[in-house]
């Protein structure tokens, strides 16, 4: 049961345009979500999060929106960077749990 | 700030034998983590520690696996026997309250059972 899903295990995109990464849930009861980055040979490293009652948050190139009635979420990073290029994962975790649950990834990549 | 170290680096055992992982989190994290990453997949969380207690083990298969956080520092994860299955990068991670702060990785272990 896969209630984190990460539907793109790989995007393209040049660079200097903007790049779109989508992730989906099925559990109602997560309110709190998170973006990773991971470089080969490397633990994933936190990126932004987004609590449920916010619908978008900033942060320098990344921006992630969240639509809680379609439950998904989007990291946009705007102007994509060569050394953007690397596995982003999204996880969401439920009130009080502090557990999370990791999506499958998409491989990124920014195209000089 | 000293990130989270993981030891060794990369592992590899045939099936039946043992195998212990060795994590020691960023300083003052009461909060430690083990996931499991099978290629092509996300980290998927063993068990969480807060400080030297379980908090969910949920996910651990306790007939081969278990693993112990001494003194609410360091921690060591172990298989016990190994399967093929077993083949993933074992990522250890801590938090400073295991509240709704990003966690910090290392960089992993990667195990490959032949």
């Known amino acids: 049961d896969q209630q984190v899903k990460q539907n793109s295990p790989s995007l393209s995109v040049q660079e200097g345009r903007i790049s779109i990464l989508n992730c989906d849930y099925t559990?109602?009861?997560?309110?709190?979500f998170l973006w990773y980055k991971k470089y080969p040979a490397e633990g994933p490293t936190f990126l932004i999060s987004?609590?449920?009652?916010?619908d978008k948050n900033e942060d320098g190139r990344f921006t992630v929106f969240l639509n809680k009635s379609a439950k998904h979420l989007s990291l946009h990073i705007v102007p994509s960077q060569p050394g953007d290029s690397a596995v982003y994962f999204c996880?969401?975790?439920?009130?009080?749990?502090?557990?999370?649950?990791f999506g499958t990834g998409t491989r990124l990549k920014v195209l000089a | 700030e000293a990130g989270v170290a993981q030891s060794p680096r990369y592992k590899i055992i045939e099936k039946r034998q043992s195998v212990a992982f060795w994590c020691n989190p960023i300083?003052?994290?009461?909060?430690l983590y083990w996931y499991q990453q099978i290629l092509g997949q996300g980290p998927k969380l063993l068990i969480q520690?807060?400080?030297?207690?379980?908090?969910?083990d949920s996910q651990l298969p306790k007939d081969r696996f278990s693993a112990e956080r001494l003194k609410g520092v360091d921690s060591t994860l172990k298989i016990q026997p190994a399967k093929l299955e077993d083949s993933a990068v074992y990522l250890c991670?801590?938090?400073?309250?295991?509240?709704?702060?990003?966690?910090?990785f290392g960089p992993g272990t990667r195990l490959t059972v032949l």
């Open positions: 991670a801590s938090s400073s309250s295991g509240g709704i702060n990003e966690q910090f």
């Open positions: 559990n109602s009861m997560f309110d709190y």
């Open positions: 987004i609590s449920s009652i916010k």
């Open positions: 996880a969401a975790s439920e009130a009080g749990t502090y557990k999370y649950i």
């Open positions: 300083s003052g994290h009461a909060t």
């Open positions: 520690f807060q400080n030297n207690g379980v908090v969910d």
